[in-house]
Structures are given as C-alpha cells and as structure tokens.
C-alpha cells in the first residue's frame, strides 16, 4: 500500500508563501504521475497542479493558480513540492497530494479529476488570511 507523507502546510498573511512537501513510500516519485488538489470548507476538491510524464515529466497548473504555484521534484530527496507564493485568501483550503502508478498517455487529457489518482495523502490545512 503506498502511502503519501505530506507536510508543510501553516497560515500566513495575504502576499506570503509556503512551500508543502509530500513524499511517496516505496517507490520513487517518478514511478508516479503526481498531483496537488485542494478543498476548500463547502466546496468540491479542485485541482491544482500535476507533474505528468516521463523523462521528469511536465507541470500543469489551474489557471487560479498559475504563475503563483510551481510545482517542483527531486529525485534525491523522492519528494515532489508545491512552492506557493503571493498567496489570497481564496487560496485557504486543505491540500492533498495524490498519486497515480505509471504512466498512460490518457493522463495528459485526466489529470486535473481527482478520479484518476489511486493514492491520496491525509491532507495539510492552508490558512491565508487578509
């Protein structure tokens, strides 16, 4: 059973930064297709970024998202993060990263439903306030 270990979640000011860190056991982070989704209190779990492919794969990011968040891996440390920055208060939610064995070619058309992922970490609260 894989299990994802996620850390780094906390509050900040409007304009800050975190950076969650989420790491899969037993195998390395490139065996996987990876995301970060979010859920905010009374609203569905939204995607917010993936690492899709091979060969160190591709980023992908929501529009809300983009240009703000990057997500990054390393190899060394079989961790995958999810730098934040300029942080809103809409982006307060508990984050999850999830995790997909393989790779198919159809993952570059689903990877923003969370119904593709096999594996979920418990989630790491993010409080952006004003």
């Known amino acids: 059973q894989v299990q994802l270990v996620e850390s780094g979640g906390g509050s900040v000011l409007a304009g800050g930064s975190l950076r969650l860190s989420c790491a899969p056991s037993?195998?390395?982070?490139?065996?996987?297709?990876m995301g970060w989704f979010r859920q905010a209190p009374g609203k569905e779990r939204e995607f917010v970024a993936a690492?899709?492919?091979?060969?160190?794969?591709?980023?992908y990011y929501a529009d809300s998202v983009k240009g703000r968040f990057t997500l990054s891996s390393d190899n060394a440390k079989n961790t995958i993060y999810l730098h934040m920055n300029k942080l809103k208060p809409e982006d307060t939610a508990v984050y999850y990263c999830?995790?997909?064995?393989?790779?198919?070619?159809?993952?570059?058309?689903?990877?923003?439903?969370?119904?593709?992922?096999?594996?979920w970490g418990q989630g790491t609260q993010v409080t952006v306030s004003s």
């Open positions: 999830a995790a997909k064995d393989g790779y198919s070619d159809t993952y570059l058309y689903t990877f923003p439903e969370s119904r593709l992922y096999d594996y």
């Open positions: 690492l899709i492919g091979r060969s160190g794969g591709t980023t």
């Open positions: 037993g195998r390395t982070v490139s065996a996987y297709a």
